[in-house]
């Protein structure tokens, strides 16, 4: 089992919908949660991170996390062609010194 | 600009050869990290420092090595390239340990032959 888990996708939705990204954990200690995006041929950017469970929402994104279930998602509100890119979720697990990256999941928004 | 340099851009390099791929920030954060990203596996550490004088391996750290001489420069060499080794290599940095979220340079490319 990966430690991060991610749907390689690709994540097909319409120009104005919702996009919603899932991520799972194996490390139950985990404490912090990341969401980057990275389009091709580019480096990774931060979108959010979260430390609680529940949402948290900045603009037309919300993080989701619910540690019970071991799982963090992001919604991605009124998808934009520009929202086209790989989508990186990171934790940082019990003990660890940086971040662990799941594989991403890659997002197409069709105009 | 403040923010992370990487260089070179991309490289092509024999294997066999010896190879440093520079890393400097100018934001004057402690922690800095080298991870490589490769297809369908993301991206993968490769090693860390907490702070200056300081270093620890991460996910796959056999075949490179790092310094940090100071708060700004954390060089990543290849001491003997293999071909398993082609990936592009990102350099990060973030302000400390723990809940600190990553600042990434722009990646180098890095084909070994």
């Known amino acids: 089992q990966k430690e991060v888990e991610q749907n390689s996708g690709p994540l097909s939705v319409p120009e104005g919908a919702i996009a919603s990204l899932n991520c799972t954990y194996s490390?139950?200690?985990?404490?912090?949660f990341f969401w980057y995006r990275q389009y091709s041929g580019k480096s990774p950017e931060l979108i959010m991170f979260?430390?609680?469970?529940g949402d948290k929402e900045d603009g037309r994104f919300t993080a989701q996390l619910n540690k019970a279930s071991q799982y963090v998602s992001l919604l991605i509100r009124d998808s934009q062609p520009s929202d086209s890119a790989t989508y990186l979720c990171a934790v940082i697990q019990t003990g660890r010194r940086a971040l662990t990256f799941g594989s991403g999941t890659r997002l197409q928004v069709q105009p | 600009i403040a923010g992370i340099t990487q260089a070179p851009t991309s490289q092509i390099l024999a294997a066999g050869r010896r190879m440093t791929l520079r890393c400097t920030q100018d934001?004057?954060?402690?922690?800095m990290y080298w991870y490589r990203q490769d297809l369908g596996l993301g991206l993968r550490l490769i090693h860390y420092?907490?702070?200056?004088?300081?270093?620890g391996k991460g996910e796959v750290p056999d075949g490179y090595s790092v310094s940090r001489a100071n708060t700004d420069d954390f060089p990543l060499t290849l001491a003997s390239a293999v071909p398993s080794q082609t990936s592009v290599y990102f350099c990060?940095?973030?302000?400390?340990?723990?809940?600190?979220?990553?600042?990434f340079g722009n990646g180098t490319r890095l084909t070994v032959t």
């Open positions: 934001m004057r954060h402690n922690a």
């Open positions: 990060a940095s973030s302000p400390g340990q723990g809940n600190s979220p990553l600042h």
């Open positions: 420092s907490n702070t200056a004088g300081t270093t």
């Open positions: 979260i430390y609680s469970n």
């Open positions: 490390d139950r200690g985990s404490q912090s």
